[in-house]
């Protein structure tokens, strides 16, 4: 990564690193951080007639110092956003982010580094995201999707969905496993901001898992450091997060499901609405499975299916009474 940050100003690589080390933020949501804020600088130096739009993607930002930041107001920050949306078309979960990334940058260089005296981002206002419903599997639709998986790499990929299925883990989460996380029925991951925590394993999950390691994963010829990864590829190291989403593709295709609809963090939806749904979790026991900080995150997966609202509307005593 440092290869990454270096062509930035030393102020914006402090920030990274503040966000990485101290407030704990991982490692892609630094990097989405600091991609937001480098073209955010970009966009400034063409605002203050320092370099043109012609050749955005190139223009440099180390030569950007406090004096320059000195300058940016609310409303250059405005006009970022509205630029963001008309010429880059970005959506409203998009510009929501770079917010985020903007005010925590502001912040940390008026209340940490004491680098500005005054924070232009502090009454900066997010852009309102529409809220919709998460796409997600049946339970039919699940079950055809875990028996038509097949070919080379069957008992690993089946062992991979079920886990996204059952467990509604992220991807990093899964790509990331290793063996020794694994303690009879409970599964340690790394979540969002380095934040462990224990997943219980189901008898289905057990059992894939299981049939996976004593039956499919290579035992000799891994390549360092990957030997005590849990999911191996056919390169024989850790399976990447591409091979994940691509194989994910592949199945559901396969299951006759529409793949562009369809995909890993839609799995993860799925989990959270079957255990909501069939399993009758309650919503903050399902927060501490799928690793969410806020609770309102979790509550997307409280929506009804359209059978449920019509039996609601059928089981109502007036539905009988004619005219």
């Known amino acids: 990564m440092k290869n990454l940050y270096q062509d930035a100003p030393y102020f914006v690589r402090d920030f990274i690193t503040y966000m990485e080390a101290i407030r704990g933020k991982s490692k892609n949501t630094v990097q989405e951080y600091y991609f937001d804020l480098r073209t955010f600088l970009r966009y400034m130096k063409v605002l203050r007639s320092q370099a043109s739009l012609d050749e955005f993607e190139n223009i440099a930002i180390n030569d950007i110092d406090i004096d320059f930041i000195k300058t940016i107001t609310l409303h250059d920050l405005y006009e970022f956003l509205s630029y963001t949306s008309s010429e880059r078309l970005n959506n409203a979960n998009s510009r929501a982010?770079?917010?985020?990334?903007?005010?925590?940058?502001?912040?940390?260089?008026?209340s940490k580094e004491k680098?500005?005296?005054?924070?232009?981002?502090?009454?900066?206002?997010s852009p309102k995201i529409p809220k919709s419903l998460p796409k997600y599997l049946t339970l039919s639709?699940?079950?055809?999707?875990?028996?038509?998986i097949d070919g080379n790499d069957k008992l690993r990929d089946?062992?991979?969905?079920?886990?996204?299925?059952?467990?509604?883990?992220?991807?990093?989460?899964?790509a990331g496993i290793n063996l020794r996380d694994i303690k009879d029925d409970k599964l340690t991951v790394i979540?969002?901001?380095?934040?462990?925590?224990?997943?219980?394993?189901?008898?289905?999950?057990?059992?894939?898992?299981?049939?996976?390691?004593?039956?499919?994963?290579?035992?000799e010829g891994i390549k360092a450091p990957?030997?005590?990864?849990?999911?191996?590829?056919?390169?024989?190291?850790?399976?990447s997060v591409k091979t994940i989403q691509h194989l994910v593709k592949k199945h559901l295709k396969a299951a006759g499901l529409d793949d562009t609809k369809y995909s890993v963090h839609k799995l993860r939806?799925?989990?959270?609405?079957?255990?909501?749904?069939?399993?009758h979790v309650d919503v903050r026991v399902l927060q501490e499975i799928l690793g969410h900080t806020n609770l309102a995150?979790?509550?997307?997966?409280?929506?009804?299916?359209?059978?449920?609202?019509?039996?609601?509307?059928?089981?109502?005593?007036?539905?009988?009474?004619?005219?």
């Open 141 to 148: 639709e699940s079950r055809d999707l875990l028996k038509s």
């Open 269 to 279: 939806h799925t989990a959270a609405t079957l255990m909501y749904q069939h399993g």
């Open 97 to 110: 982010r770079k917010v985020a990334a903007l005010r925590s940058f502001f912040k940390y260089l008026h």
């Open 226 to 239: 990957h030997g005590n990864a849990l999911f191996i590829s056919r390169n024989k190291q850790r399976i």
């Open 191 to 219: 979540g969002k901001g380095n934040k462990e925590r224990v997943i219980y394993l189901n008898q289905a999950c057990i059992k894939a898992v299981d049939s996976y390691i004593k039956n499919e994963r290579p035992v």
């Open 158 to 174: 089946y062992a991979i969905i079920t886990l996204f299925l059952n467990c509604g883990m992220r991807l990093s989460e899964l």
């Open 297 to 323: 995150t979790t509550q997307i997966y409280t929506h009804l299916d359209s059978q449920q609202l019509r039996n609601a509307a059928d089981s109502n005593p007036l539905a009988d009474m004619d005219e």
């Open 115 to 125: 680098l500005i005296s005054d924070n232009p981002a502090r009454d900066l206002d």
